[in-house]
């Protein structure tokens, strides 16, 4: 019988370059938005006070994708480090890099072609471009000449002087429609540009909000090299909320095993909360649970990693964990940056973990637990009222039925405009539970906006709020009779009281 052995010997050495179709394997867990904030990390890295991320549409045509940044660039000397596979660098503490594969991974595994143009402080522009259609001839990278390279650098990026700048350029985006039908163009770039937005602004925004850079996004039309609306990132916190759920918290409960130590800031949000820093996308039950930091960037967003199912009664509990980089037995980060995997030490440094009064996670997932269960009492005590039908925004409709006990039997209120003979401001209609409104006072209202089905939000929120219980019940009585009348004549004044 051969036993096992401790060590396995090698005798020599052969040299296995890796084959330049492994690329296309890089990156396969980034969606467009966590391969922009890789890039994003870099530009962070290099002190950059202003990024730009910009769409380029050419012929009707989504083409290309810029980040651009000001920060320290890069040397002719290093760039061919920066485009190696695991380029290695000097990391300092607080760096956001680390694999030495992000630019190239976030890249190809959205764009065929990435191409990286940079001009330090000394002034000379450099730049280098990755194919992946033409790596079959090995890991050949092609050097843009530097009248080419100067040219992109010095187009209107509209930025602030840094002491560099950089360049990265995706060309051939897979992800990008495969069409010219400008209907489905101008789709794309809105929800992808809100998408962008909402990521960036959720994972930068301890970054964003110290004032460290500035995030824009834009589109650019190639044609006449103007840019649409120049839209700025906002930090989405997802520990903003104005009001804590519960007096007393946020708590820090912290953990100690052989050496280790974790550190927990649990926090409890409000009760119904429309911040759109709770209802962040994926739905507030799926944002419940652990988020994790490194050097103020958020890596991970929710979910309980083995410590508590997800619970929709825990739904107002999110918990704040700072990491430095990967701890044996404790975390691991993605190469992506968009994930945290805990290991087995963790779930026994969450057990040991208390605060400063004795507070342990169980204790805090029993508070979080009642905070939720009391604010959902408190809407049930409310009196009931009939959902709202047509004319309301989507989200006004959600709020409604957030905060209010429906009567999920009555067939909804719409509220709509319609032409009226007379000057009236308003017509109830209970046989169609209609609020008609005077078609006549619309434009005013509205000065100059565009209208729609949805339109006058608060306005409708208004009226929903004082006639809805005009549709309830068999006939109007006496007082509501009065009521309707007071409220015409008012709003009649009113709507006439705005015309220019
Ligand atoms: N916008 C930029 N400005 C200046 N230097 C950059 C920029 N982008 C990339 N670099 C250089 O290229 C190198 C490689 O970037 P890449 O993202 O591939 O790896 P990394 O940031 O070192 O590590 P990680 O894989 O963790 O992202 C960086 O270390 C940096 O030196
Ligand atoms: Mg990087």
Known sequence: ???????????????????????????????????????????????????????????????????????????PETIDDAMTLGGQREYRTGDLGRFGIGLKAASFSQARSLTLLSRDQRGLAVGRRWELSHQQSGFICGVVPENFAAGELDREWNLPQGTGITVVRWDEVTGFPATDDPARIEEYISRTLAQIRQHLGLVMHRLLAAHRMKIWVEVEEAETGECGSRFCVSPIDPFGYTRTGKSGWPKTLVGQVEGLTLSMRCHIWPGRSQLPEFNLPGGADSRQGLYFYRNGRLLHAGGWEGIHASDRRLRLARVEIDI????????????????????????????????????????????????????????????????????????????????????EDQDPINIRWTPFADESFFRIDRDNHTLWLNDRYRAILLSGRRGGLNDMPILKTLLYITMEDLFQGEYLGPKDKDNLEIWQKLLTVAAQGEKP
């Not at 467009?32 to 991320?53: H, K, Q, Y």
């Not at 963790?346 to 169980?362: G, W």
Request: some cysteine; overall charge negative.
């Open 1 to 75: 019988m051969v036993r096992w052995r401790d060590e396995v010997p090698t005798s020599g050495g052969v040299d296995l370059p890796p084959d330049a179709r492994s690329m296309d394997g890089l990156g396969r867990n980034h969606s467009l938005d966590t391969a922009l904030a890789d890039l994003v990390d870099n530009s962070v890295d290099a002190g950059a006070t202003e990024i730009l991320v910009r769409i380029v549409r050419s012929a009707g045509r989504l083409r290309s994708l810029y980040v651009v940044d000001n920060g320290s660039g890069i040397a």
């Open 324 to 407: 430095e980089d990967d701890t044996i037995g404790l975390f691991k980060m993605n190469p992506e940056k968009s994930k945290v995997s805990v290991g087995p030490q963790f779930s026994y440094l969450c057990e040991e973990a208390c605060a400063a009064d004795d507070t342990t996670l169980a204790d805090y997932l029993q508070v979080a637990e009642t905070v939720f269960r009391d604010s959902k009492k408190r809407t049930m005590r409310r009196r009931r009222m009939i959902p709202p039908g047509r004319g309301f925004t989507p989200s006004l409709k959600e709020a409604i039925n957030l905060e209010i006990p429906l009567l």
